[in-house]
């Protein structure tokens, strides 16, 4: 929800915006992790120009485009039915494929210098390389194989894109196919598929898994995976791929296994590519330009949808590359264009510090990183670059701030490790006395009584108020504790507690989760304090519990329960007392624990969820007097009959409001004509 909230949010904005003094047509976003949200930053690109023509060549329908290290640039156009190769710098152009292709729909250098087309009308892939008379010859070429058990003859083969690896096998992507993209040799041999989407692990999916073979689901319930859309190759040979309906783009290492991933994306990209930094680019169907870090963090969102001919804006844009000085180039099948962005020099200060910081020369990145907070204080990857460098500097202290910031969790797990070791060092001749002092302690309340001396003010406090009724009462839940069935019995027979001390229960209960999800150390808490709705959080505390207790009421009310309404709502109140005792505990717990010893966190929740569910399932075994086999039926059953008492809330809301729109529609109606 929150993810289409932030998409609704750039698409409704930008458009807003009209053409700035520098010319920049749109506003430029990062992603604050401390704030949970997408804020302003400075412009990191400024869109240059926009072309058409390349020496005799007028582009048609470009859909692709890529440079090689010399920055000369190759766009595939697939009504030309060319690659058109423009040296910018000696204002040469030609072309690859004249004769050859039909409809090329992607273009790709490889490692070995070759270039790499995939042309959609031929259903083949096509290698050449540059000969001595600076042509380019077809070297190989890669098609349907025969005799495969990948393919029948009637699978289709409709190539899209094309890249390699640097050890210059080739991946062809074909449209539609689930399979993933088709791998070749570098001579043409087919030898399998890689990268592929997986299926997505739904409640609905894992069900007919469960009872339909393969073939079912694929024809009945259409279950297969997404087919990739896009892909790219970084410096180091790894694929980028991109799919349509999933969030940013997938790092595949060699195994095929997923290396790397976006923090956060668009689901409608049309094109990725890999810049000199090692930071990616994509652009979507949409016309928005995103920049990730090399970790998947988002640097920059910008651009966006042209709907009256603005330079910066894009109606269909196809493909996106960089070169060396970090331009962008994007081109538009729509408008039959190309545009080239440049770097703004706050780009330039964020790129430099990533070269510093991907060489792992983070001492050296400190200053360009503090020069970029100075312009933008939420940039996580500053942030997080600055934690590195005075970690890198043994600052530890320094290091959890900037950590913390980015929400950095294994750095700041790292560091906190050195500090808490530190202070445990700095405090050793503390421990020591304090150890003693414990120990003469015990010595001397076993010969002197000093534990019955301290503890005397306690008990004298505890005997005044045992004549204090709801006092009494809200001690009763710590013997319910200890005997659960007795005290279950004391609730229901001898009046042991009241609506009063049950609410007062249910209160401390909210007040101490909302310690727990406010200072919850971040190491162990995905949530940001200033992304949590205190209504969101009654309601998600508050709803579940009264669905509860209605439905377990109403539930039992027929099936020969003996317990009444009001027994049921101090029993329930009364079952969280393990929570209310083990959050803050936990909490506390938290603040001393690194990612090393999260087992200890998790061990500990586990607890206060086996406890309450426990006491939970003893208020209703003890309250409405079953045995285990029938209290077990009637929880499923009051389960089931709180899901369906909201969805009745639900189809009435509905109604309801469908009746007052009728009734407004006949008010506005009345008052029209008279």
Known sequence: MKKLLIVLFIVMVLPLFTVKANGVPYITFTYSS???????????????????????????????????DNDIMYIADRDLGVVIVYDEENQNTQVIGEGILEGPTGVHVGFDGNIYVADFITKKAYQFSKNNQDQYDLVATY????????????????????????????????????????????????????GGNSIPASWQNTVTFLFFDEATRRNLFQIIPDPVYNLATDQDGLILTT???????????????????????FDNNEDIYVGPYETIFAVTS?????????DGSVLFIFSGTDTSGIQGLFQNPTGIAVNSKSQIYVVDDQTSSLQIFVP????????????????????????????????????????RGLGDAYFAQMNYEEALYYYEIARNRQGYSDAFWEVRNDVLLNSGTFIVIALFGLLILSIGGKYLKLIDILLKPFHMLNDKTNDIK????????????????????????????????????????????????????FLFNPLIRSQIEIFEQVISIFLPFLLFVLANY??????????????????????????????????????????????????????????????????????????????????????????????VVFIVYLLLGEVVQLFLDIIREVTVRG
């Open 34 to 68: 401390t704030n949970g949200r997408f804020v302003y930053t400075q412009d990191a690109y400024i869109p240059l120009s926009r072309t058409e023509t390349f020496g005799s060549y007028t582009l048609d329908n470009p859909q692709d485009i890529t440079f090689d």
């Open 143 to 194: 098609e349907k194989p025969l005799n495969s058990p990948f393919f029948t003859d009637e699978d289709p083969f409709d190539p899209t894109k094309v890249t390699t690896d640097n050890a210059n096998n080739v991946y062809v992507l074909l449209a539609g196919n689930v399979n993933g993209l088709a791998q070749y040799k570098n001579d043409g041999t087919f030898f399998g598929y890689f």
């Open 243 to 265: 799919t349509k309906g999933l969030d940013g783009y997938l790092k595949l290492n060699i195994a095929n296994f997923v290396l790397n991933q976006s923090v956060w994306g």
């Open 286 to 294: 949409e016309g928005y330009i995103v920049e990730y870090g090399p």
């Open 344 to 383: 703004t020099s706050f780009a330039n200060l964020v790129h430099n510090a990533i070269a510093l910081y991907q060489d792992g020369r983070y001492v050296e990145a400190l200053e360009p990183w503090q020069k970029v907070l100075e312009q933008n204080a939420l940039f996580d990857l500053a942030n």
């Open 470 to 521: 709801l006092i009494k009462e809200l001690k009763f839940g710590f013997y319910l504790m200890t005997h659960p069935v007795d005290g279950f019995y004391g609730i229901k027979r001898e009046n042991k507690a009241s609506y009063l001390s049950a609410t007062m229960y249910l209160f401390i209960f909210f007040f101490m989760y909302l310690i727990f999800i406010f200072e919850t150390n």
């Open 554 to 647: 109403l539930v039992c009310s027929i099936r020969d329960g003996e317990g009444s309404f009001k027994d049921v709502y101090i029993a329930t109140s009364y079952s969280l007392l393990p929570a209310i005792i083990g959050l803050p505990l936990i909490m506390l717990l938290s603040q001393a624990l690194t990612l090393n010893e999260a087992f200890l966190f998790d061990f500990g929740m586990i607890i206060i969820y086996v406890l309450t569910g426990f006491y939970l399932v003893m208020t209703v075994k003890e309250i409405h007097y079953y045995e285990m086999k029938a209290t077990v039926g009637n929880i499923l059953i009051t389960l089931f009959t709180a899901i369906m008492i909201l969805v």
